[in-house]
Nanobody, 116 residues
Framework: QVQFVESGGGLVQPGGSLRLSCAAS????????MSWYRQNPGKERESVAR????????EYEEDVQGRFIISRDNVQKMLYLQMNSLKPEDTATYYC?????????WGKGTQVTVSS
């Protein structure tokens, strides 16, 4: 079955960095565009970064452009999000999924808290 396991979150001060990882399984990872999403309680989950199946393109939401870098390893079936210059408004639970998400397969996510 499709499964995503996110890790790497934590508490970081404003201006700090974190690298999130996502282990994917149960589908053709190397053929799938992938996304990182984030969500806060009471708000909709939003896609913040996207990457093509072979890493040939990337897209970012305006508020993370220039600070976040999405990457992937198709051999290891891993998705990554390097987050730099973190801001308090980046605080959220971060999830990975396909660009066209497997709705019933959301992982537990990894919590990122940016606070001094």
């Amino acid at each position: 079955q499709v499964q995503f396991v996110e890790s790497g979150g934590g508490l970081v001060q404003p201006g700090g960095s974190l690298r999130l990882s996502c282990a994917a399984s149960g589908f053709s990872f190397r053929a799938s565009a992938m996304s990182w999403y984030r969500q806060n309680p009471g708000k909709e989950r939003e896609s913040v970064a996207r990457i093509g199946a072979i890493g040939d393109w990337t897209e970012y939401e305006e508020d993370v452009q220039g600070r976040f870098i999405i990457s992937r390893d198709n051999v290891q079936k891993m998705l990554y999000l390097q987050m730099n210059s973190l801001k308090p408004e980046d605080t959220a639970t971060y999830y990975c999924n396909a660009h066209s998400p497997y709705v019933g397969a959301w992982g537990k996510g990894t919590q990122v808290t940016v606070s001094s």
